[in-house]
């Protein structure tokens, strides 16, 4: 379960709490039984604290129950160039989180060539590509700017934007002009703010799986994808 994943929980425990007449809170819950807490959830306010008392709705969101998950295939060889889920359409509800805006992003369009090293490798679009990109940005006249961490890659001349952790690039998402990014957190992160967001999403998975209303997704689907 990646930082995404647990928007997305956040999302539809937001969504289940408005169906419900009461709006009560949401505890979310593993496969087993058990109460899950991730850190994310403290920035989500419908989802019930650790310890905290009520009459609670229940939602079963983990990495082994996941609603746009069918199945998995593949799971032996362990090699994501090789594994692959089988998808079920589904609605995403945007997240809806409490973290106030970052003002070093105020006016910057983010790019965020980055995606996780264990993550499918038809999400990642080539680092030249946003190198050309970046440029032809700024030689539009934008403010550009780039979530940056640890020794990932740096485009050069664009603003670097320091964000070791969920939280920082949460606030710079919600304080920025917009964001080019690939399907993952930063998108999940861009609905839960409103902020305007440019979506790759290569051969992996489809908007009709992971999508939200209002952003622009660019999307090659392989009939194999």
């Known amino acids: 379960m990646g930082w995404g994943d647990e928007l997305m929980a956040c999302g539809a425990a937001k969504a289940?709490?408005?169906a419900d007449s009461a709006h009560r809170k949401v505890r979310i819950?593993?496969?087993?039984?058990?109460?899950?807490?991730?850190?994310?959830?403290?920035?989500?306010p419908v989802v019930a604290r650790p310890g905290e008392k009520g009459d609670?709705?229940?939602l079963t969101h983990s990495s082994r129950c996941r609603p746009y998950i069918h199945c998995h295939e593949g799971l032996i060889?362990?090699?994501?160039?090789?594994?692959?889920?089988?998808?079920?359409?589904?609605t995403q509800t945007p997240a809806g989180l409490t973290i106030p805006p970052r003002k070093e992003s105020a006016g910057i369009l983010l790019l965020h060539p980055h995606i996780k090293p264990q993550a499918s490798p038809n999400k990642r679009w080539p680092f030249e590509k946003w190198r050309v990109l970046s440029s032809l940005l700024l030689q539009e006249g934008f403010r550009v700017g780039q979530l940056v961490f640890g020794s990932i890659p740096?485009?050069?001349?664009?603003?670097h934007l320091y964000s070791p952790t969920w939280r920082d690039a949460a606030g710079l998402i919600a304080g920025c002009k917009g964001i080019v990014c690939q399907e993952g957190f930063c998108h999940h992160a861009a609905a839960a703010f409103g902020t305007k967001a440019v979506v790759l999403y290569g051969h992996y998975i489809s908007p009709r799986v992971t999508g939200y209303p209002g952003q622009s997704n660019i999307v090659f689907e392989h009939p194999d994808s």
Do not use: C, N
Request: glycine fraction near 8%.
């Open 77 to 90: 060889s362990k090699d994501p160039a090789i594994d692959r889920f089988l998808w079920r359409a589904t």
């Open 16 to 18: 289940l709490s408005a």
């Open 56 to 58: 609670f709705l229940q």
């Open 29 to 44: 819950m593993g496969f087993f039984g058990e109460v899950r807490w991730h850190d994310i959830f403290e920035a989500a």
């Open 154 to 159: 740096r485009l050069p001349g664009v603003a």
